[in-house]
C-alpha cells in the first residue's frame, strides 16, 4: 500500500506497515508510530516511535512524544535527528544518517537523469558539428559547385538538435539549481538523543561514528575541518 500527497500527511493512530507500506509526502509526516513501513517525506518527521522502518527526510526527524524511541531500521534526515531513546539495550542494530537529500532526488531523478543524458547528447552534437562545419569548408575550398547538398542537410539538422538539446538543459538546470539550493550544511547537521545504545551507527558526509558502548544525553555534528564527527 502506498500512500502519497504533495502536502502534509497526519496519521491520528500509527502506521504497521508489515514491510509492504509506503508514504510519499513533501511536507511533514505526523504518526503516532511507524512500524515496518518506508517513508519518503520532503520536510519534517514527528513521531512518538519508529521501529524497524526505512525514513527518509530532507529536513529534520523529532521523535521526543511519548516513548519517543527509533529501533531498527534506518533514518536518514538532512538536517537534524533528535529522539529520547535510539536502540535498545538487547543489541538492535540502528543506522543514522544526516546530510542527504533523499526525496527531492527521488522526487526529480526522471529530471537529473536526463540531464545527465542531455548533457552527454549536447557534447556528442558539438563534436559533429564542429567535424561538419570543417568539411563544409573544405568542400567550399575545393569545390567550383560548393558543398554538397548531404554535408548541409546534416549540418542544419545537427543545429537544429542542438538547440532543441541547449533548451532542454537550461529547463533542466533550474531543477539542478533548486536541489542545490536545498542542499543542507554537513557542519549544521545534528544529532540529539537522551540515550542510545549499540551497536547504532551515525553517518554524517562521508564520517562514520559507531556507537560501541550506551551513551546518554549525547550529541553530534561533523567537524568539517577534519572530516570527523564530534560526539559529547
Not at 511533514?28 to 515496518?36: F, G, I, M, P, Q
Not at 567535424?131 to 569548408?137: A, G, I, P, Q, T
Not at 554538397?148 to 542544419?156: C, K, N, S
Amino acid at each position: 500500500m502506498t500512500v502519497e500527497a504533495d502536502g502534509d500527511v497526519l496519521v491520528s493512530c500509527g502506521v504497521l506497515g508489515d514491510g509492504n507500506a509506503e508514504i510519499i509526502c513533501g511536507g511533514d509526516l505526523r504518526a503516532k508510530y511507524l512500524e515496518s513501513c518506508t517513508a519518503y517525506v520532503g520536510k519534517s518527521v514527528f513521531a512518538d516511535c519508529v521501529m524497524s522502518s526505512q525514513v527518509y527526510c530532507d529536513e529534520t526527524i523529532q521523535i521526543m512524544n511519548g516513548r519517543g524511541a527509533i529501533i531498527g531500521g534506518s533514518i536518514v534526515a538532512g538536517k537534524l535527528i533528535k529522539a529520547k531513546i535510539v536502540g535498545t539495550d538487547s543489541g538492535r542494530k540502528t543506522d543514522l544518517e544526516l546530510g542527504a537529500q533523499t526525496y527531492i532526488k527521488m522526487k526529480h531523478g526522471k529530471e537529473i537523469e536526463e540531464l545527465k543524458k542531455a548533457m552527454a547528447e549536447q557534447a556528442r552534437l558539438d563534436r559533429d558539428i564542429t567535424f561538419l562545419e570543417k568539411k563544409h569548408k573544405l568542400q567550399e575550398k575545393q569545390s567550383d559547385e560548393g558543398p554538397d547538398e548531404v554535408t548541409d542537410q546534416r549540418l542544419a539538422a545537427a543545429l537544429l538538435s542542438r538547440n532543441a538539446v541547449n533548451a532542454r538543459i537550461e529547463e533542466l538546470a533550474k531543477v539542478q539549481k533548486e536541489i542545490e539550493e536545498k542542499k543542507p550544511d554537513l557542519a549544521k547537521c545534528r544529532f540529539e538523543c537522551g540515550t542510545v545504545y549499540p551497536p547504532t551507527m551515525l553517518l554524517i558526509g562521508g564520517a562514520i561514528w559507531k556507537f560501541e558502548e550506551k551513551k546518554d544525553n549525547c550529541a553530534a555534528w561533523l567537524d568539517k575541518v577534519v572530516g570527523e564527527i564530534n560526539i559529547t
